[in-house]
Nanobody, 122 residues
Framework: QLQLVASGGALVQPGGSLRLSCAAS????????IGWFRQAPGKEHEGVSC????????NHANSVKGRFTISRDNAKNTVYLQMNSLKPEDTAVYYC???????????????WGQGTQVTVSS
């Protein structure tokens, strides 16, 4: 059974950077697409970034394009989300998920991590 643990969330000032990690155990991530989602208080879940199983294809939401980068290291069974030029509106709980296809649709993902809090504030 695949298990995901998201980590790396923190309090950071506007303009700062963070790198989130999504570490897998129980199974290899090799065959899974990975998505990062976020949910801010009072808002809907939002797809942020996703990456195919090989890492060759990535996609980012318009709200984070040019600031966030998703990558994966299958040897380490880990996917990363590098977040630069952070804004207060990036404040949310960030979740990683594994599924069969790279997508921003939550229904495409079968396994979810527990979430990590990112707070962007001065």
């Amino acid at each position: 059974q695949l298990q995901l643990v998201a980590s790396g969330g923190a309090l950071v000032q506007p303009g700062g950077s963070l790198r989130l990690s999504c570490a897998a155990s129980g199974s290899s991530l090799d065959h899974y697409a990975i998505g990062w989602f976020r949910q801010a208080p009072g808002k809907e879940h939002e797809g942020v970034s996703c990456i195919g199983s090989s890492g060759a294809s990535t996609n980012h939401a318009n709200s984070v394009k040019g600031r966030f980068t998703i990558s994966r290291d299958n040897a380490k069974n880990t996917v990363y989300l590098q977040m630069n030029s952070l804004k207060p509106e990036d404040t949310a709980v960030y979740y990683c998920a594994a599924g069969s296809g790279s997508s921003f649709l939550r229904i495409k993902y079968d396994y979810w991590g527990q979430g990590t809090q990112v707070t962007v504030s001065s």
